[in-house]
């Protein structure tokens, strides 16, 4: 497989299927219905009715938050405390299915500078590899700085402890990631009026 890393290589085939080429985004072409889209084509892109999943990847776990039908409000759901990939999929397509969640939003760890270094290559591949196994839309959000604000919020407003704070850190660092997605959504609709 010409052009791409050892890492992406032994990832990919690790799920045993022949990988399509790279773009010039480093993306795979896409397979089927559903591919990587712009945030702002994922609530087009959703089965009707369904919520969105937000990814926190960690090194050990994967922080899964859930939005509701109406993509206003993210909450916090699980932590999946990562084994192997094919297994930590299966968790996590048993929680969205639990969920009614139909869509992905993948936290993006962007570098301060602006440029995507190993976990930012490694997260495109989680999606990707994703995609292999589900047809669903997955849609990637800027993390930077989540995991620093939750951190804050849980020591500034919660005084959580530190062991309380590992616990939860990355399942709020989803539901942070999630929300700010929400919100861009949000406001690129434009200003709403509520009924009375």
Same mark, same amino acid.
């Given at each position: 497989?010409?052009?791409?890393?050892?890492?992406?290589?032994?990832?990919?085939?690790?799920?045993? @299927? *022949?990988?399509?080429? %790279?773009?010039?985004?480093? /993306?795979? &072409?896409?397979?089927?219905?559903?591919?990587?889209?712009?945030?702002?084509?994922? *609530?087009?892109?959703?089965?009707?009715? #369904? &919520?969105?999943?937000? %990814?926190? %990847?960690?090194?050990?776990?994967?922080?899964?938050?859930?939005?509701? $039908?109406?993509?206003?409000i993210a909450s916090p759901a699980a932590l999946i405390n990562k084994v192997k990939f094919t297994k930590d999929a299966e &968790? /996590?397509?048993?929680?969205?299915?639990?969920?009614?969640?139909?869509?992905?939003?993948? !936290?993006?760890? $962007?570098?301060?500078?602006?440029?995507? !270094?190993?976990?930012? #290559?490694? @997260?495109?591949?989680?999606?990707?590899? /994703?995609?292999?196994?589900?047809?669903?839309?997955?849609?990637?959000?800027?993390?930077?700085?989540?995991?620093?604000?939750?951190?804050?919020?849980?020591?500034?407003?919660?005084?959580?402890?530190?062991?309380?704070?590992?616990?939860?850190?990355?399942?709020?660092? @989803?539901?942070? $990631?999630? #929300?700010?997605? %929400?919100?861009?959504?949000?406001? @690129?609709q434009g200003p709403h009026t509520t009924p009375l």
């Open positions: 497989m010409a052009g791409t890393s050892p890492a992406m290589t032994v990832e990919v085939e690790a799920l045993g @299927a *022949p990988a399509a080429p %790279l773009d010039k985004s480093g /993306l795979r &072409a896409a397979t089927g219905p559903m591919a990587v889209v712009d945030l702002l084509e994922l *609530p087009n892109a959703l089965p009707k009715g #369904q &919520a969105v999943a937000g %990814l926190d %990847l960690g090194e050990k776990t994967v922080g899964v938050a859930i939005s509701d $039908i109406s993509l206003m &968790a /996590l397509f048993a929680l969205m299915d639990a969920r009614g969640a139909g869509g992905l939003v993948i !936290g993006l760890p $962007i570098n301060m500078d602006g440029s995507e !270094g190993p976990r930012c #290559q490694s @997260a495109r591949a989680f999606g990707r590899n /994703l995609l292999r196994l589900r047809d669903l839309p997955i849609a990637f959000w800027d993390e930077r700085l989540s995991t620093m604000a939750v951190n804050r919020v849980l020591i500034d407003e919660a005084d959580a402890s530190r062991a309380r704070r590992a616990e939860t850190v990355d399942k709020m660092a @989803a539901a942070w $990631i999630l #929300q700010g997605a %929400l919100d861009r959504l949000r406001s @690129a």
